[in-house]
């Protein structure tokens, strides 16, 4: 499939496996320059590594944990270093726990929340501006089934409404943002 998407530049988080990984291929394959950025330096270089055979692709592996709130300015500095801009983000890491709200304890909570929710903003903030002066920009919100079904996933369910919020950042450029609510997959984390 083609997506018009050569010479792009596209950050994607929770990018070493799973459906990460997939969307950083298929950008890969269809000429983009891809930012890989997860947590596991090891499964993360060799995500990379496979891009680059498979795809000749233009691949930067950046080991990231996008809780961090210093995180995602610094990845995508280094993209911007390495490319010149950011022209995709695919926000895709989250972590999950089970149980709904009654059962996710403080700590599950926050590091949900600051996985999925706080990362997005956050990359977000960082990416809009350049997007805003190109005029052009495409931004990707990747939830989960708790974001149809909240009770199974609290911090997800908030992943629409925050995508709102960016739609009255750049409401008179050609950027768009779009959320998506996957369904049940099959990858390492369940």
Same mark, same amino acid.
């Given at each position: 499939m083609e997506l018009g998407i050569t010479g792009k530049t596209a950050i994607i988080t929770g990018a070493s496996t799973g459906i990460g990984f997939a969307v950083a291929r298929e950008f890969a %394959?269809?000429?983009?320059?891809? =930012?890989?950025?997860?947590? #596991?330096? &090891?499964?993360?270089?060799?995500?990379?590594? %496979?891009?680059?055979?498979?795809?000749?692709? %233009?691949?930067?592996?950046?080991?990231?944990?996008?809780?961090?709130?210093? %995180?995602? &300015? !610094?990845?995508?500095?280094?993209? !911007?270093? !390495? @490319?010149?801009?950011? &022209?995709?983000?695919?926000?895709?890491?989250? /972590?999950?726990?089970?149980?709904?709200?009654?059962?996710? #304890?403080?700590?599950?909570?926050?590091?949900? #929340?600051? #996985?999925?929710?706080?990362?997005?903003?956050? @990359?977000? $903030?960082?990416?809009?501006?350049?997007? !805003?002066? $190109?005029?052009?920009? /495409?931004? =990707?919100?990747i939830s989960s089934i708790g974001g149809i079904y909240p009770h199974c996933c609290p911090a997800t369910s908030g992943t629409k409404s925050i995508g709102c919020l960016y739609r009255l950042s750049r409401y008179r450029n050609r950027m768009s943002e779009v959320p998506v609510k996957w369904g049940f997959s099959r990858t390492e984390l369940g």
């Open positions: %394959e269809n000429g983009a320059r891809v =930012v890989l950025v997860a947590r #596991t330096a &090891d499964r993360l270089h060799q995500a990379a590594k %496979e891009i680059m055979q498979e795809c000749k692709s %233009e691949v930067l592996a950046v080991p990231a944990d996008v809780s961090d709130p210093a %995180e995602p &300015d !610094r990845i995508v500095h280094s993209a !911007r270093a !390495r @490319f010149g801009s950011v &022209d995709i983000m695919i926000n895709n890491a989250g /972590r999950a726990h089970s149980g709904d709200i009654l059962q996710a #304890t403080d700590a599950d909570w926050e590091e949900m #929340t600051a #996985t999925k929710l706080s990362a997005m903003r956050r @990359f977000c $903030r960082a990416v809009i501006p350049d997007m !805003r002066e $190109r005029h052009w920009g /495409r931004i =990707v919100n």
